[in-house]
Nanobody, 123 residues
Framework: QVQLLESGGGLVQTGDSLRLSCVASGRAFSRYVMAWFRQAPGKEREFVAVINWSDSKTFYADSVKGRFTISRDNAKNTVSLQMNSLRPEDTAVYYC????????????????WGQGTQVTVSS
């Protein structure tokens, strides 16, 4: 069992930066694929970024590529999402997710989810 707790959300202006963190409890964090998803009001949940457990390989949604960076610190059981050059369309609840399977950008493949943290970008 893995429990995930996100933090770092808030209200910012266009062009600002935020850093989200997700702390995982439970064993074998270093062997979990970790990802960030987001859900805006009235929209479906969408993939943002993922980092593999074995080689720290990363993938990003096209909408955030070049602006967001996902990273992990296995010693601290933490995965982070550095978000730069934020835009109003980045406004959403951001969720951390974990899975012990293969790297994936599909939400239903993830077994563990955090409660989410709100990010609001004003224009």
């Amino acid at each position: 069992q893995v429990q995930l707790l996100e933090s770092g959300g808030g209200l910012v202006q266009t062009g600002d930066s935020l850093r989200l963190s997700c702390v995982a409890s439970g064993r074998a964090f270093s062997r979990y694929v970790m990802a960030w998803f987001r859900q805006a009001p009235g929209k479906e949940r969408e993939f943002v970024a993922v980092i593999n457990w074995s080689d720290s390989k990363t993938f990003y949604a096209d909408s955030v590529k070049g602006r967001f960076t996902i990273s992990r610190d296995n010693a601290k059981n933490t995965v982070s999402l550095q978000m730069n050059s934020l835009r109003p369309e980045d406004t959403a609840v951001y969720y951390c997710a974990a899975d012990d399977g293969d790297i994936s950008t599909v939400g239903w493949t993830y077994d563990y989810w955090g409660q989410g943290t709100q990010v609001t970008v004003s224009s």
